[in-house]
Every structure is written in C-alpha cells, then in structure tokens.
C-alpha cells in the first residue's frame, strides 16, 4: 500500500487532491456523481463581501485543450455562504475546507477572512488575490508585490487559520510576488490562477466573451503553471499548492516533483464531474508505477 | 458515462440525429439535455433530447445543429463509436407544475432546433391525456424537421418558414395568432428572438407557459456559473436550474 497523505498547515490530507475553487461550488452539484469525502479537501467558491451577479454572458469560450471563463466572482456573499452554504455543506462533507476570499478592498478582504476565520469547517483561507475577470479587485491586487504583501498581512492580521495566497501567472516575475506574500506572513501559497486570454468569433467578428477577455485554464496551461510551481516552490520555504492544467494523476505527480504540497483540479472537473474521483483512484496505481511508496518522498524532486 | 452510437444521420444538410444506447436512467423530464464529449474538442457539446428509453440499457435520440467544429466532427461519428455522455441535465419542461397540469389544450411552439426537445413533452402530454398542438417554424423547407413525427402522434401541426416555401409564410407567432383562443398553455423553446415574441403573444392573450433558453455553457450541471441569468426569483443557471424557465419569472 502506497501512502498518499500529505499535509497542509498541519492539516492532513488523506491525498493531495483538491478541486479549485470555482469549478466545484460549494460541493453540491458533485454530490450526485461521487461522495466528496474521498477528496483531501476542496476550494470553495470565491466569496466576497456582497452577493455578486458577475459578468454579463457569454461567459465561456472554447480554446484547443483549454476554456476560457469570465464568470466574475458570482456569489452569495459571504453572509449567505455561512448561513446557507456552510450548514448545507456540513451534511455531506466532513473534512475541513478551503475558503476562497475574495475583495475589491483590503477591508473587504479582511471583513470576508474575518468572519470566515470563525466558521469551524474552515481549515484554510485561500486568498485570492489573482482572479483576470472583475475590475478594481482581485488581480489588480496580485500584480503588484507592494499590493500582495498589503493584503497579505492584513488578512493574517484577521485570523488565526493558515493563509494561502493564490497568485495570478499574469505578472513579469512570479517568484517576487511570491516572495513578498511570504516575507508578509503568508503560510502557503497556491498557484497559478488562469492566463489572460481571449477569442474572437470569425462569425461576428467581435470577441466572444462578453467580457471580451477571461481566465484561460484547462491542459493547455499545464506546462506554465508546473513552470512557475518549480519556480516558487524552490525560492520560497511555505507549503505551495500547485495548480493550472491538472487532469491526471501523473500531473499530480509532476506538480508534486516540480515541488507542490497539494495539488488543485480545477477545468477538468467542469468537463468531468468524475475528474477528481478517477485521478484519487488512479494516483496509487501511478506511484506504484513509478516506483513512488510515499507520496512525500517525491516533493520536489524535480530540483536536484 | 459510455454510450454507443446506434444512429447518427442526417435529417436536413445542417441537422443530424444522433441515437445513444446506455444508461437513461437520469433522465425525469422531456426538455432536459445532455453533454456530449466530441473527441478532440475540450468542452462537451449540450444537446437537446427529442425522446427517451428510461432503462439501465436504454436509449436516447438527441437532435442536433451542425453550428461549429465540434458539431461538424460529431456528424462524422459512426455508427458503433462509444461516445462519453452526460444525460439528464436541467429542469427540463414539468407539465406537473398547477398552472401546467390545469391545461387542457396546450401549444407547443419550437423553433428551428428549438423544436426536438417539443417531442418528448408531446408525448408526455398526450399520456396525461392532453390535447396538444403543435407550431414549428423554420427558415425555408430544406430546414423543416420532425413534422412527420409530431404528425404521427396524431396531433395538428402547423408549420411556418420564413420564405413560405413550406406552410404558412411568416413567423411561428402569426400562425400561433390565428390559433388564439383554443390553447390555454405555452411550451416554447428556440431562439431567443422568437421566445421573446411567444412571451408577447402569451402577454395578449393571458396565457400562462414554459420557456427553453439556450446559453453557452461549460460544465452544463451547475459548477462553474458560465451560464448565469437573471429572473425575477433572483439569479438562476440555464444548465442545472432551467433551461425550462416559467414565464412568470423571466426577465428580457
């Protein structure tokens, strides 16, 4: 029996496998295809201060290997998420689970951190200071290192639960960003966040999305997002939680050697339900394939 | 989930209808769609269901545009290919709602190929021991499909096409017009233009109904919000939450 624990924080995971936030809600529309409890944990919906409605549609356009999204944050806020979501939640999932925080403001950011800090079924909040799709928030926070390091310390400053900072790859030098979110008190990082795209129809002529650029994600994206993983995981002494592409077990594995702590699914659970299950499934098979008794043994591998 | 392609021929030049034997079983309601993975494309294609087998071994029959790539490379698909689909999604059309149940002679309105998924609720219809009729409107001839097999349900069907080279010439909401009075309940899917113009006939005529909308969608059963509208009970997903929408609560 291969070991596939790995931990987070001082969190245990059974396995290193985590759905990103925004491609799995709050965990209920996964309920009918496979018991959620096998995942290590999941990511849940970006959550801001106010229930946002998000971008104008079309949301979404198809890339070769890849999609682009520009859904904009639509949530409940974060009261209706501890009210609604999180009691839901608690009768079905019984591990701890990510909160995405998200804001158009440091005070935004702190007030969302804050009253999630109190949620018990919280074990870590993911700040997402990277999302290509609003205006005056999210990326414009995570493309300045002043800016991450402002947002990073005021949210450390509104909770005691670990703090992953999800970084934006559009940016000249990741590994400074990252950098300064340690330096700021950050207890993990996670990345990357999508690439900016866009596509034009031939048909109009005009973009397709209406928000005439988005987020592009999907296995296209796979070798930059294990690029910039290698990259930070290397410059930085925090936990980093790999993520951009990922759709097999064997990526997992190559994030793990690129040196994630965890690894996060994210388009591939919108074009399978089933995506996570089958890579949890899959990834003893593939240790054993590779030789690999303990999946921490692997973790960043990749440097020597 | 697997399924095996038993039938996929085409109806006109453009639209194709495509027969899958599998498990159906999540299938509740005719007007529910399905997500059908083309190989070599990153996003499933949804697709309307015209009709339905509940049965582990079952079968369903979608009915489809050739619009882009995608759908061009699913026409190509033989017969005998396994294709990974996933079916049952969406509300679909609940002739079970009060106002709905209540009707007695219902009009089934669809538009180019908005009209397949009418097939299966006519069905439904008529088991309940309804009285439907049936308006479906193309751009010319060539592009009329499933006339025959509404007729063959033994229910009147009237078609219109915009240039009048097949029955009536005009919009389906003229031939609907003249029809006022003798259906007490609207079920519509098609373009957007044309929902909007069956929701002004329903206005006129005090006619309660169900609305099919279409939007791009990615996951097509709820994550990833791509296809989020707003209704009058808050914002809701065309994939998981409609794509059947009341009239009562739609927003233009």
Known sequence: MVDTRVTLSGIELSNPVIPASGTFGFGQ???????????????????????????????????????????????????????????????????????????????????VAAMLDAQPAVG???????????????MAFGTSAENAAAVTRAVKAATHKPVYVKLSPNVTDIVSIAKACEDAGADGLSLINTLLGMRISLRTQKPILANTMGGFSGPAIFPIALRMVYQVARAVK????????????????????????????GAANLVNPL?????????????????IQTLTDIFGGAWK | MQYTVTENRALTAQVFRLTLMGDTRTFTHPGQFAQVQVP?????????????QPAEAGSMTLVYKVLGEGTRALAGIPKGAVLDVLPGLGNGFQPELAQAAKAKAPLLIGG????????????????????????????????????????????????????????????????????????????TCGPEPMLKAVYGLCQRHDVDGQFSFEERMACGFGACMGCSCHTKYGSKRICKDGPVLLKEEIIW
Not at chain 1, 239 to 263: C, K, N, W, Y
Not at chain 2, 122 to 130: E, T, Y
């Open chain 1, 29 to 111: 529309e996964f309920r009918d295809y496979y018991d959620i409890n096998i995942l290590g944990t999941f990511s849940f919906k970006g959550t801001t201060g106010e229930e946002r409605f998000g971008n104008d549609t079309p949301r979404i356009a198809e890339c070769t290997a890849g999609m682009l999204n520009a859904v904009g944050l639509q949530n409940p806020g974060v009261e209706h998420v501890i009210t609604h979501e999180l009691p839901q939640l608690a009768t079905f999932f019984h591990k701890p689970v990510m909160a995405n925080v998200n804001g158009f403001s440091i005070e935004e950011y702190v007030r």
């Open chain 1, 124 to 138: 870590w909040l993911e700040v997402n200071i990277s999302c290509p799709n609003v205006h005056g928030g999210g």
């Open chain 1, 238 to 265: 925090v936990p980093v939680i790999g993520m951009g592409g990922v759709t097999t077990a064997e990526d997992v594995l190559e994030m793990m050697l690129a040196g994630a702590t965890a690894v996060q699914v």
């Open chain 1, 275 to 291: 995506a996570c299950k089958e890579i949890i499934e899959a990834l003893p098979q593939a240790m054993e394939k590779y030789g």
């Open chain 2, 40 to 52: 070599g494309f990153y996003l499933r294609r949804p697709l309307s269901v015209y009709d339905w």
């Open chain 2, 112 to 187: 180019g190929i908005g009209t397949p998924p009418l097939y299966g609720l006519c069905k439904a219809l008529l088991r309940d021991g309804q009285t439907p009729a049936v308006v479906l409107g193309f751009g010319t001839a060539e592009e009329v499909i499933l006339q025959d097999d509404f007729a063959a349900l033994g229910v009147p069907v009237y078609v219109t096409t915009l240039d009048g080279s097949a029955g009536r010439k005009g919009f389906v909401t003229d031939a609907a017009e003249t029809l006022a009075g003798s259906f007490d309940y609207v079920y």
